[in-house]
């Protein structure tokens, strides 16, 4: 690479790349605050005998008492429900779920008149996630334990009515899933496995589960399967017609509802677009929704933390429990009765979007169910409100004294029993024809709302016949902050949280003239009312008056200096801030200080003033703040008690398959309107970085290989050309010259997926942000391969200038020392190296390098036979180093001193080079040595850059296969002995108060705090457990699974070797053959590598980056089909290819 200004690109572009990446980390890794409580378990889990293979299956029961397993398996009653857990989890992450309901040992709360029971898979820790082939596995054993399960159920049945005993109920039909992380995918790909029985399982319940890909698509087998089952589960919903429009049968999978929870933006493991259903199931069968607009939970989750999450699992539970019918003890037949219950125990009554925000098209419930209280189930409001229930108590002595409110804005401070009249007509004047009303009281119970067609002096005069309207159940609970503390009893405390919202239109308010707020009396305590510490603010408002827009100008700028909003007293109570830039990939830290509440003088020492004032004067007449966020992606974020907070959504812009509605984000900013606020808005450099990172990474890869391909085209091409090779790192730095070679291959792939998008689909990304964040991944790519590039080119050439330097002064001590053992032992090591074996591998390197690694490719792992092909590029680059080491050392020291070596300098003599190159006949000897050295090291390297990102993509499933041999081996360190038993007494085995692995005998011992089971049984090297054959213990696992890798890696790996030794030399990547019968047309490797790269480009865009085995596979043919193609008519003595070039240099 030569020229100043190429050095300070490629300089600029590493800065940036290491700042974006440091960054990027720490915002990532810094520890965040957790909200959620956590749920405690006492696990007892009862085996299920099942064959041999090396999962388990248990049924949970919640207690530590001991019972008979027999007995309680004879007694099943309830509904079953299968836990599958995540990769790396064990059977016992779903006890938390049960937890919540089973209070006791076998205590059921009152409202509900039937219980659930629990099973759970132990899937052995397997990492389901980064291998497809145990993802299979996991498949295969699910399905099996449907079926179990079921005839369990049968089996005690039939014991109860061979023992005369009364029996419990139904058969249960079908079997409920819940599954956590790729669990709930593998819960998926068991319903459209086909041994699974029809209509055996009706329910689908997951916990950040990646539906549309997986976490980490770089597997290619992985990415397959995931393509297979989405489309079984794609034709499962089809209906099938006959020629004449009949429909032949009901849709296979026309029974199954999925349910998709997300654990939003904590949850870094899997994304919300991830867990999307969207294209995969119909919006009648699916309902998604995530933790933070959770009825009860208004919490993001971290991706395990979503299983103990005590406000998300309580609420789970609820709804799991709700699901069963209580006439036939079953869950409900209807598909749209269950997807319902769903919707309204887990849906929050927030609306996804207030009337004057503009519709936002979401993937978050994008379903029509009728609800009973006259709602829909994507949130949309009817005009049938229903009254406060009757159970509710609310007294009506107080009411008499009315309030008549004069101004827009009404302030309730105290349950003062009263009722504020406001005038619709008047107050609703001049544009200002929407209300809304927060407050911290209860609805019901502390507040209720009506509307009515004109006045009236009774209180009780609120009966549907005479046109009033109650709008208390419009009225949405949102999470409230923490209470305010209470200095001295009795005295005054600062506002408190708004708990609950409500918003009217002016098709609400249409027919009506009057809205009343009635407000109930507080009981007093010994005499003394107690403290004011309640709170209820509403306001007619014009909602253009409350519209701020952040366009991207301002946005970026915020980077170095946050913008400022000043907000006046008397300002709009609800604030519409819109994002010209997704708050998902940008976040937004956002502070409000309070600069005046109307006090004009707080009486204090002048010293005491200014801060004090208003912080702490301000705050006993403020609400604090609330910030309501919505995405079309992840749903709502509320913030309560936003004073300083980074507002941060989980949505997906940007991307190849984003709506134009990711790329934005409204927050609804809703402040008290007594008090000013000064509004501070700047990105936070941290949390971007990461989110990038987070967001883009599958992207990024799938670009790095499309540029060391762009890269090994330019090589080629100058081959092509007659020109000197170029090394890796100067044919990257070429491809990102403008403006000819930066546009053809990073703008032209960016418009041929947005062509692709309009002949193909209807959706199209946003155009500016698609292009702007595709290119920042790109630079980005270029910018992480340079420093690898650096990286080994710096190992490789530190290695190569020491093997030098330590071969030639050991050929030069070798001369000047005379040693009787020393030449003994020169002897035995050539002799050791001319054997027959030994020199046959040597002459046909290739050939060995090809069966080993295809050999371990086909029957071992794909990762190890790459490895090898990537030890021999490492092992030639370093060769053609050392040879030009050697030669400029030679050089040197020959000017100095000629007579001291026999090595002439233009010999071109070298042991380690192949024959071809050191024979003096060789058509390159005219060329210069350390010329030919340069390139092929050159040339080399590009492909041990190439393989090497091949193999970093297969490291993940190697590490699964892996995974069983560590903890094999370290199990015995815990295994000790108790009066003859083995005792697992180790806190390594045990976790949370419960065993780790099963405790499976009647008898547990307790110590210091942690649990340990002692097995009545003696139990052999084979075994885990008691009561059966649970595990068989494995010393090592020859391929995956004990059987042959997925077939299709093996096949692409294949490929890529061949890539590897077919185009290991530079001369083999120019062809020349006649085109369309003209003799001497041109073609070389250079246009496959520039197609290959625009594959690569276009799988990045559609983050699956494991279609770039395809391309690296597809060059590796063309590179062997045309090495034997040429050899053939070389052999025949036509001229048809030529492999070498047309000039040779002497530099």
């Not at 005998?1001 to 885990?1024: A, N, Y």
Request: net charge neutral; charged share 15%.
């Amino acid at each position: 690479m030569q020229g100043f200004r190429a050095k300070c690109r490629v300089a600029l572009l590493i800065t940036l790349t290491l700042c974006i990446g440091l960054t990027g980390l720490y915002g990532l890794l810094k520890p965040v605050a957790n909200e959620c409580v956590m749920t405690y378990m006492y696990p007892t889990y009862i085996p299920i005998s099942t064959p041999p293979p090396k999962y388990n299956l248990y049924k949970y029961h919640e207690g530590w008492r001991k019972i008979d397993f027999n007995e309680h398996i004879k007694k099943l009653t309830g509904v079953p429900l299968l836990f599958i857990p995540a990769e790396s989890d064990r059977a016992y992450q779903g006890g938390p779920l049960e937890r919540t309901y089973y209070y006791g040992a076998g205590d059921i709360p009152n409202q509900y008149s039937h219980r659930l029971d629990w099973f759970a898979v132990d899937l052995e820790e397997e990492h389901s996630a980064m291998d497809g082939q145990i993802v299979e596995e996991h498949t295969e054993y699910v399905v099996y334990a449907i079926h179990r399960i079921l005839d369990l159920y049968k089996e005690s049945h039939d014991m109860r009515s061979k023992e005369g005993a009364e029996p419990f109920g139904s058969l249960p039909r079908s079997v409920v899933l819940v599954g956590h992380s790729m669990g709930g995918f593998v819960a998926r790909a068991a319903i459209v496995h086909p041994h699974l029985r029809k209509g055996v399982v009706e329910t689908v319940l997951t916990l950040s589960s990646p539906h549309q890909s997986p976490p980490v698509a770089l597997q290619p087998s992985l990415g397959h399967y995931y393509h297979l089952v989405n489309q079984k589960w794609r034709k499962g919903y089809e209906v099938e017609l006959t020629h004449i429009g009949r429909q032949v049968s009901e849709p296979t999978l026309s029974h199954v509802i999925v349910v998709s929870i997300s654990g939003n933006i904590l949850d870094y493991q899997v994304r919300s677009k991830l867990e999307t259903l969207d294209g995969i199931v119909p919006s009648s069968h699916r309902f998604m929704i995530g933790t933070t607009g959770m009825r009860n939970a208004w919490l993001s989750t971290e991706h395990q933390t979503i299983l103990w999450c005590n406000q998300v699992v309580v609420q789970i539970s609820h709804t799991l429990l709700s699901l069963i019918d209580p006439k036939i003890g079953q869950p409900f037949p209807s598909t749209q009765k269950r997807l319902t219950v769903f919707t309204k125990m887990l849906r929050s009554e927030m609306p996804p979007s207030f009337n004057w925000m503009r519709e936002v098209k979401s993937s978050i419930g994008s379903i029509q169910i009728p609800l009973e209280d006259g709602k829909s189930a994507t949130g949309t409001y009817t005009h049938n409100f229903s009254p406060c229930p009757q159970s509710v108590h609310w007294n009506d002595d107080g009411l008499e004294r009315d309030l008549y409110i004069q101004g827009p804005t009404v302030t309730v401070l105290a349950m003062d029993g009263r009722r504020r009249w406001l005038d619709i007509l008047k107050l609703g004047s001049d544009g200002k024809n929407y209300f809304a009303f927060v407050t911290n009281l209860a609805p019901c119970s502390g507040v209720r709302l009506h509307l009515w067609p004109e006045k009236s002096k009774m209180a009780s005069d609120t009966s549907p016949s005479k046109g009033v309207v109650e709008v208390t159940s419009k009225m949405v609970e949102i999470p409230a902050g923490p209470a305010p503390i209470q200095i001295e009893p009795g005295s005054q405390t600062e506002q408190p949280p708004p708990s609950a919202v409500l918003q009217l239109g002016p098709e609400d308010m249409r027919g009506f003239r009057f809205l009343t707020i009635s407000v109930a009396p507080r009981p007093t305590v010994s005499g003394r009312p107690p403290p004011a510490a309640s709170m209820a603010v509403g306001q007619f408002f014009n909602p253009d008056d409350g519209k701020r827009k952040f366009s991207p100008a301002s946005l970026l700028l915020s980077f170095y200096s946050e913008k400022e909003i000043s907000l006046k007293e008397d300002h709009p109570l609800v604030f519409n801030l819109s994002f010209s830039i997704s708050l998902g990939l940008l976040p937004v830290a956002m502070s409000l200080k309070t600069t005046g509440c109307g006090i004009k003088s707080s009486e204090l020492p002048v010293e005491e003033a200014g801060d004090v004032e208003h912080s702490r004067l301000c705050r006993l007449r403020c609400f604090p703040p609330v910030a309501i966020a919505w995405d079309s992606t992840s749903g709502l974020h509320v913030i309560p008690n936003l004073y300083s907070e980074t507002i941060s959504v989980d949505s997906s812009p940007a991307f190849w398959d984003s709506t134009q509605e990711s790329d934005m984000t409204t927050v609804l900013l809703l402040s008290d309107p007594h008090c000013s606020f000064t509004i501070g808005a700047g990105v936070s450099v941290t949390t971007a970085a990461g989110r990038f990172l987070l967001l883009y990474c599958s992207e990024i890869v799938g670009f790095s290989i499309a540029v060391i391909f762009f890269a090994l085209m330019r090589q080629a091409r100058a081959w092509e050309l007659d020109l000197p090779l170029p090394s890796l790192l100067a044919a990257v730095e070429l491809n990102l010259r403008m403006p000819l070679a930066f546009l053809l291959l990073a703008i032209v792939p960016i418009v041929v997926s947005l062509v692709s998008s309009l002949l193909i689909s209807e959706s199209f990304p946003p155009l500016s942000s698609f292009f702007i964040v595709s290119i920042i991944c790109y630079a980005f790519a270029n910018g992480s391969l340079i420093i690898l590039i650096l990286t080994s080119q710096l190992i490789i050439y530190f290695t190569a200038n020491v093997h030098a330097f330590i071969k030639i002064r050991w050929q030069v001590w070798e001369e000047n020392i005379q040693s009787t053992f020393f030449s003994q032992f020169l002897n035995l090591f050539s002799n050791f190296f001319s054997l027959k074996v030994l020199r046959i591998i040597r002459g046909n390197l290739t050939v060995a390098i090809a069966l080993v690694s295809v050999i371990l490719v086909c029957f071992v792992h794909p990762a190890l036979g790459l490895l090898i092909l990537l030890l021999s590029h490492a092992l030639h680059s370093h060769t053609a180093l050392c040879s030009h080491a050697r030669k400029r050392e030679f050089d040197s020291k020959t000017k100095v001193d000629l007579g001291k070596s026999n090595f002439k300098p233009n010999s071109g003599f070298d042991p380690l080079l192949p024959l071809e190159e050191k024979s003096p006949n060789s058509p390159n000897s005219t060329r210069s040595y350390g010329d030919t050295q340069i390139e092929t090291f050159n040339h080399r390297h590009g492909l041990l850059m190439l393989h090497l990102l091949a193999v970093l993509m297969f490291v993940p499933s190697f590490v699964a296969w892996f995974q069983d041999i560590a903890p094999f081996q370290e199990m015995s360190k815990y295994v000790t002995f108790v009066n003859g038993n083995r005792v697992f007494a180790s806190s390594r085995w045990t976790s949370g108060g419960g065993l780790y692995g099963p405790c499976l005998d009647h008898s547990s011992t307790m110590s210091k705090g942690k649990r340990s089971c002692v097995l009545s049984m003696p139990i052999d090297v084979h075994m885990l457990g008691c009561g059966g054959k649970l595990r068989t213990m494995l010393p090592i696992r020859i391929g995956v699974g004990q059987s042959f890798p997925w077939f299709l890696d093996s096949a692409l790996c294949v490929g890529v070797i061949l890539h590897g030794l077919c185009g290991s030399k530079p001369e083999y990547n120019f062809i020349s053959f006649p085109f369309l019968h003209i003799q001497g047309q041109q073609v070389g490797l250079s246009i496959v590598y520039m197609f290959a790269g625009f594959s690569c480009y276009l799988s990045g865009l559609a983050l699956a980056p494991y279609r770039a085995f395809y391309a690296m596979a597809a060059v590796g043919v063309i590179s062997a089909v045309l090495r034997i193609l040429e050899k053939s008519y070389r052999d025949k003595g036509e001229a048809y290819f030529s492999g070498g070039r047309k000039h040779f240099h002497r530099h």
